[in-house]
Structures are given as structure tokens and as C-alpha cells.
């Protein structure tokens, strides 16, 4: 977006491009982006910055777990799934998606004999990537209850949101429910909607004191190694990108 470049370039200008700073903007613009889109009412001091989502994934698993637990993951799916896990020596637990007649489908039989086995966590793809498939409403609660029935701790990937279609519906995954809160954490960035992927800024976002203490042993790098470039392409994409980004779905309704 021509408002992002203007920023990127006034920055470099300006020689500001040093270490990245507390950048509380980030949440700032996150929260009225997320309130604006969705209708979703996120808590700014629950939102940090981080390197980008496929760091964030495995920071999470190393913080929270252990080597040789447990992840489910449900095929096919964003292939960097696959080498996420076991990056950090953890074992992945495929329950496909099925395929139906209109869609793809959760197998939430599945899924829960997954979680009865003892997987640790579950790492879902929404929208689901390559799909476009949506988690529905009801699926998002299904699954949070499963979690919270079995202490598994859900890595929600939203990085692709904004692009929904104007006839689809957007549900994020800790909006749904008190289980989903309790057991849930969004990694997302602007990268993909925008095309900021090459500059390395993203967040995690969490809605429960439960799911936060178990963030605790998140490297306070996370933060400090983002761009800050990033950091601020990404606010400004927030803030100010909604024209953009509505432009940028029209032209991908054509091609649809």
C-alpha cells in the first residue's frame, strides 16, 4: 500500500532504522483493527510482538511443552507445519480434514481421539491454508471444548484473516467461547494480507490469565529481534490500510 511505502521510505530518510523499541502501537493498532473487522475485543496489554507466526509457533511449543510431545495438525495443510514440529523435537498427530460435498470438514471424532492419546497441542490453519476453508462457529466452540476437556493448548494460525471473501465469515478462534480463552492463543502478523512477509514482524495475542501464565517462559527476545520497520509497516497497515486492503479484495473477488 502506497501509505506503507511512504512510511518505509520517511523512516530510511530519516536514518530511523535501529533497534526495535517497546513499539506499543502494535497492540494499539491490532485492537482497532480486530474490533473493526470482526467485532472482536482484544486486550492490548495481551498482544506482543514477534518475529514472524512460524517463529512464534515454535516458541510456544518450546516454552510450553517438551520434547516428544504430542501436536495435531489436520491435512493438507501449510506445508511449514510439518517442519515447525519438529524443529523443537515434537511429534505430529495428523487427523485429516474430510472431504465433503461443498467444503472440507473437521473430524472432531477424530480430533478428540487425538486428544485422549495425550497430544499436547493443537496447531489448526484458519483460514485454512491452502483450502480457504473457515472454521465455523460452531467447530471453533466444539474444538475449545475439546481442549479445555483434555488440556490441550490450541496455536490458532489467523495470519491469512483479512483476506476472507465478503460472502464468507471470519470467526477468531478466542472469540467464541470462555473454553476458547482459557485455552486458545492467535499467532498473526499483516504479512500476508499486506505483503510485508520480508520484514519480519508479527504477534501473538492471548485472552486469558491461564494462557498467558503459560507464555511466561516466552523468550523477551521475541520481541526485541522483530524488525522495526516491521513493527511500524504493521501498524500502519492497521490503522490505515482498510481502503487498501478492500481494494485488494475486490481484485481478488475478479479473479475468484
Known sequence: ADNIKDLLLQKISASDIGYTGPVPE???GFVKFAKHRWGWQVDPKQVRLSTDVGVSAVE???????????????????????????EVGFEIVDVPLVEA??????????LEEAFKAGAKFYLICHPHNPLGKLFTEAELIAIADLAKKHDVLVISDEIHAPLTY?????????????AARE???????????FNLAGLKASIIVTQSDEVREKLAKLPEAL??????????????????????????????????
Open 101 to 110: 460435498s461443498k467444503t472440507w470438514e473437521l473430524d472432531l471424532a477424530g
Open 166 to 178: 465478503a460472502d464468507q465469515k471470519f470467526v477468531p478462534y478466542l472469540s467464541v467461547s470462555e
Open 26 to 28: 502494535v497492540a494499539e
Open 60 to 86: 510456544i511449543l518450546r516454552a510450553v511443552g517438551n520434547r516428544g510431545d504430542r501436536v495435531v495438525i489436520n491435512s493438507p495443510v501449510y506445508s511449514s507445519f510439518f517442519d515447525w514440529i519438529p
Open 183 to 193: 485455552t486458545g492463543v492467535c499467532i498473526t502478523a499483516a504479512s500476508k494480507s
Open 223 to 256: 520481541h526485541w529481534r522483530s524488525s522495526l520497520l516491521g513493527a511500524f509497516a504493521m501498524v500502519e497497515a492497521f490503522e490505515n490500510g482498510d481502503a487498501w486492503l478492500k481494494g485488494t479484495m475486490m481484485t481478488l473477488t475478479d479473479s475468484r
